[in-house]
């Protein structure tokens, strides 16, 4: 039997790569779809301006959208949530106190201690929050669970495997090239953007500096929170570019355990990583976490993006660098592995490890 999800924020960007990604789907069904009081009522297909390639679904053209009130949700398995963070915060409460397993994009409850922040090909095991989470909401199923900002998820996935092998990162920059996607639809206007790079992203370098950390930290003994990495430093640098879909990041490494690393060690610990997500078998998961390329001109945005359909990070350019110790440039999918695509690997490694309930 298939899990029934609903989508809130259905209409929106990252609302429509759930509907792409979910419509075939094999352990998922779309049951639901919802978004604001403008949408409600009409038929998706009606309701949507559709900004993805190729047609709506079928099983979801005719899909009346509802208004995102819990008690209309009430027989899905599991919600993702792409709402708007201006009303994130309130509605995906309503749902969690309704007992209701959510899994957000919106940066509301990411920085909640009690919130796992996951990436899932970096962090389940921070899914271990999810009883005290329970247990303080008195839920019986729900949990809620957030995914990180798009530019994130990239440069984690970069930094674990780094993490793991060589020890604590000193010092981190990173400066990004962030596709209009980003942010959501109609966002930046065309004369804002074309033959243009606009050097400021509001909130963003705080999200990236702030969330890295709580990413890439453990859990407390007693599995009640999660600690932040207190011997990283790290500064963001955030830019919006003419890209459509597809965030690059320059990132530069300081280790704390010298000797560093050489650039063909790097290069052999990015590309035989492998995460849990793979190993438990998730049906979304990439074969490769990382993809490795070896020539000067990679990545690139139109020719990268879509590496292990969207869910692979593809990382080149990687040499010593003089001021610190490595640099490289990384390039993510922002709207599939940066958001929805995220959402839907961490619910299937809830499904695997027997987190979800279906009705
Ligand atoms: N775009 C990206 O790459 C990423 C986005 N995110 C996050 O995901 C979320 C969605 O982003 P994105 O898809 O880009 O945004 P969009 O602006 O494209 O879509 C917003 C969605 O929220 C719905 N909405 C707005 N107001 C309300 C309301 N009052 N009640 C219910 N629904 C409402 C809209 O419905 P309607 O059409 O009816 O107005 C629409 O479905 C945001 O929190 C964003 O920060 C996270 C990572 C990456
Ligand atoms: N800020 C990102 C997208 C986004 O919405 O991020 P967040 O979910 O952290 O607010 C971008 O503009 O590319």
């Given amino acids: 039997m298939k899990v029934k999800t609903g989508i809130l924020g259905a209409t929106g960007t990252v609302g429509q790569r759930f509907i792409e990604l979910l419509s075939k789907h094999p352990q998922f069904i779309i049951h639901s779809v919802g978004a604001s009081s403008r949408s409600a009522g009409k038929k998706y297909s009606e ?3 559709w900004k993805i390639t190729g047609d709506i679904p079928e099983q979801v053209k005719n899909m009346i959208v509802k208004e995102c009130k819990a008690k209309l949700f009430g027989d899905c398995d599991v919600i993702f949530s792409g709402l708007d963070s201006d009303v994130a915060g309130e509605i995906e409460m309503e749902f969690l106190k309704a007992d209701l397993v959510v899994f957000s ?7 909640d201690p009690m919130v796992p922040l996951i990436v899932p090909t970096v962090n389940p095991s921070h899914f271990n929050l999810i009883p005290h989470q329970r247990s303080i909401h008195t839920l019986k199923k729900g949990f809620l669970v957030t995914n990180s900002n798009c530019s994130t998820t990239g440069l984690v996935v970069a930094l674990k495997p780094l993490q793991e092998a060589f020890g604590p990162l000193e010092t981190i920059i990173v400066q990004t090239m962030q596709a209009i996607s980003g942010a959501g639809y109609p966002g930046v206007s065309s004369l804002d953007i074309f033959d243009n790079v606009i050097p400021f992203i509001s909130g963003e370098e705080e999200k990236m500096e702030y969330e890295t950390l709580k990413i890439l930290g453990d859990l407390n003994s007693d599995q009640t929170e999660c600690k932040l990495l207190d011997s990283t430093n790290i500064s963001a640098t955030c830019n919006r570019v003419p890209v459509i879909d597809g965030h690059t990041e320059c990132v530069s490494i300081k280790f704390k355990n010298q000797p560093s690393p050489t650039p063909q060690e790097i290069v052999n610990v990015l590309d035989s990583y492998v995460s849990e997500a793979q190993q438990i078998g998730c049906h979304s998961a990439p074969n490769k976490c990382i993809i490795v390329r070896h020539d000067d001109d990679r990545p690139q945005p139109r ?10 990070v593809t990382i080149g350019r990687v040499r010593k660098c003089n001021v610190f110790d490595i640099k ?14 995220s959402g839907i690997l961490n619910a299937e490694i809830a499904l695997a490890k027997g987190l979800l309930k279906t009705q």
């Fill in 105 to 111: 994009n919106a940066k509301n409850y990411r920085k």
């Fill in 47 to 49: 309701a949507t301006k």
């Fill in 303 to 312: 020719l990268d993006r879509n590496n292990g359909n969207g869910y692979s």
């Fill in 328 to 341: 490289f440039t990384l390039l993510v999918h922002n709207t599939i592995l940066g958001a929805a695509g």
